[in-house]
């Protein structure tokens, strides 16, 4: 059984600056941030490892950071761009009996994660989903199409994007109440 | 007034209008679609058992469209099964009836602002007959729905036009 801040220490050993930081100080379990280019080989290397074993990916889930950037332009309206997507990999090690949560954030603008599908295959559909609803790509997903809406939905329409509006209409039908 | 206008005495024969014994008929053998949503079925499923007894009604459960009257509407309605049950619909012969079951199905019930997936109430695709309120409904009151359902079909005319 290893602790949060031990499993930041062996992975920092094996990968430098891909892991950047264990945030602990939080009311919810502590997590790991690395860089979303190399989470495939950092979740081979979790799943591996004599002294880790993580072999339970218990859940995948996409989140929208909601941290867009105010720029104001000459006339003094504001918008706002950018901002965070985040992938969160909650593992557990049933042989060894310990927790750790991953975090791997991407750019709004361009969000590319690497799969972890080849590591633990319940990566796939839980990938979909998050693609499916924040719109995160996942590099090397073996299919990553639309898994809980319909497959003709608006190709750039993610619902639970913090910036999402509905549409007027999905196929003739009226969308608001 | 029921199926019998005159009765005589002594023998088997009965007079009737042909409006009563075809509604008499239609409504006494409400056979159902087998169709379930979200958890207003799970009340459906208990009005189907032996507690409540769908079947003293003449409601049975069919399998496919083309042997049922009713299709109950028991559930949330997303935009991807709404195509789905305008297609069943088309697929029950005439005549067919619909109960919309429950707040969702009604109006979008708890997803009528933020649900960005579900059609805001099941009569935006079909024409509804009867809307049973309740989240979920109980049992008796989907009865009280089935029981409404057969008081309108008990006074439709095959020559005037109803609805």
């Not at chain 1, 290893?2 to 990968?15: C, G, M, P, R, V």
């Not at chain 1, 502590?30 to 080989?41: A, H, L, R, W």
């Not at chain 1, 104001?72 to 969160?88: A, F, H, I, M, R």
């Not at chain 2, 008499?24 to 507690?51: D, K, P, V």
Request: hydrophobic content about 35%; some cysteine; aromatic content about 10%.
């Amino acid at each position: 059984m290893k602790s949060s801040k031990e499993i930041f220490e062996i992975l920092k050993a094996e990968f430098g600056d891909k892991i950047l930081e264990l945030k602990e100080d939080i009311p919810v379990d502590p997590y790991i941030i690395v860089t979303p280019d190399s989470t495939e080989k950092i979740a081979r290397f979790l799943h591996d490892s004599s002294d880790l074993q993580f072999d339970s990916l218990m859940v995948l889930s996409g989140v929208d950071d909601n941290n867009p950037v105010k720029t104001k332009d000459e006339e003094g309206t504001e918008s706002l761009s950018g901002g965070t997507l985040s992938v969160y990999y909650h593992l557990y090690s049933i042989p060894l009996n310990h927790k750790i949560v991953i975090r791997a954030v991407t750019e709004k603008e361009n969000p590319m994660v690497q799969s972890v599908e080849s590591v633990w295959k319940t990566a796939d559909w839980h990938e979909r989903e998050a693609f499916d609803m924040v719109g995160i790509r996942f590099e090397n997903h073996p299919d990553l199409t639309r898994i809980l809406l319909p497959y003709d939905w608006d190709e750039s329409s993610f619902p639970l994007r913090k910036d999402y509006k509905n549409p007027e209409f999905y196929q003739g039908m009226k969308i608001p109440y | 007034m029921g199926i019998l206008d005159k009765e005589f005495s002594d023998s088997n024969i009965i007079i009737t209008n042909f409006d009563n014994l075809m509604n008499w008929a239609r409504l006494s053998s409400l056979w159902q679609l087998g169709f379930g949503l979200a958890c207003c079925a799970i009340e459906m499923m208990a009005t189907s058992a032996s507690h409540y007894d769908f079947d003293r009604f003449g409601v049975i459960p069919r399998n496919t469209p083309r042997q049922a009257d009713i299709i109950i509407i028991s559930g949330t309605v997303t935009l991807k099964m709404a195509l789905r049950i305008k297609r069943l619909y088309e697929q029950i012969a005439d005549p067919k009836y619909i109960i919309s079951m429950g707040s969702c199905s009604n109006c979008g019930g708890p997803y009528w602002e933020h649900g960005y997936h579900v059609l805001k109430g099941v009569d935006r695709v079909i024409p509804v007959d009867v809307y049973v309120p309740g989240c979920p409904p109980r049992p008796e009151a989907l009865l009280e729905g089935l029981l409404k359902l057969q008081e309108k079909i008990r006074n439709e005319s095959s020559v005037k036009k109803t609805a």
